[in-house]
């Protein structure tokens, strides 16, 4: 079973820094399933990157992803005051185990 | 725009089925696969199982002795049971459209605003 670590838990930043969100993979994910989502209090999970790096659409260019094998990375260039959330990584593995989601990071205001 | 709408009870007792329905609303149903996702208060999310419109099922090893999943195309709906529920499946439930198979890819592009369901007698 893959198992997916995200750090820091909690990314204390001010509006216009820049945010790197990790998550690693216990062990090596194909790029093409893995995804991230951002999720609001009170809100579902909104899909921001699939595949690793394509965004989603109406996804704004300041959201970014990359990574491959088991290291993969969501950098926000510059923090908008509607991006303090927490973010999740997802990735799917073949029957049985599905889909899994990391533990998520808050990106809160300093 | 495809739209997604959990339905059913918001309390269950302990030992009891839960038993929810998602209705899918400006597209179709059909040639998707269809997930459930919960998470508990504070927590992250879980990925509970998923069901084709052919009825084909996948679901967590963790719940699949539990689970049920069932769809009804000429509804536009697909459903959960999870039985002999506990205060440990109290949690929102989400479900998701999952775009995958073919295109290569898989992810959740479409979710619902999710239900809380409480477990208490």
């Known amino acids: 079973e893959i198992v997916l670590t995200q750090s820091p838990g909690t990314l204390s930043l001010s509006p216009g820094e820049r945010a790197t969100l990790s998550c690693r993979a216990s062990q090596s994910v194909s790029s093409s399933y893995l995804a991230w989502y951002q999720q609001k209090p009170g809100q579902a999970p909104r899909l921001l990157i699939y595949g690793a790096s394509s965004r989603a659409t109406g996804i704004p260019d300041r959201f970014s992803g990359s990574g491959s094998g088991t290291d993969f990375t969501l950098t926000i260039s510059r923090l908008e005051p509607e991006d303090f959330a927490v973010y999740y990584c997802?990735?799917?593995?073949?029957?049985?185990?599905?889909?899994?989601f990391g533990p998520g990071t808050k990106v809160d205001i300093k | 725009q495809v739209q997604l709408q959990e339905s059913g009870p918001g309390l269950v007792k302990p030992s009891e089925t839960l038993s929810l329905t998602c209705t899918v609303s400006g597209g179709s149903i059909s040639s998707y696969y269809w997930s459930w996702i919960r998470q508990p208060a504070g927590k992250g999310l879980e990925w509970i199982g998923r069901i084709y419109t052919s009825g084909s099922t996948n679901y967590n090893p963790s719940l699949k002795s539990r689970v049920t999943m069932s769809v009804d195309t000429s509804k536009n709906q697909f459903s959960l049971k999870l039985s002999s529920v506990t205060a440990a499946d109290t949690a929102v439930y989400y479900c998701?459209?999952?775009?995958?198979?073919?295109?290569?890819?898989?992810?959740?592009?479409?979710w619902g605003q999710g239900t809380l369901v409480t477990v208490s007698s």
């Open positions: 998701a459209r999952e775009r995958g198979g073919s295109s290569g890819y898989y992810y959740f592009d479409y």
């Open positions: 997802q990735q799917y593995g073949s029957s049985p185990q599905g889909f899994t």
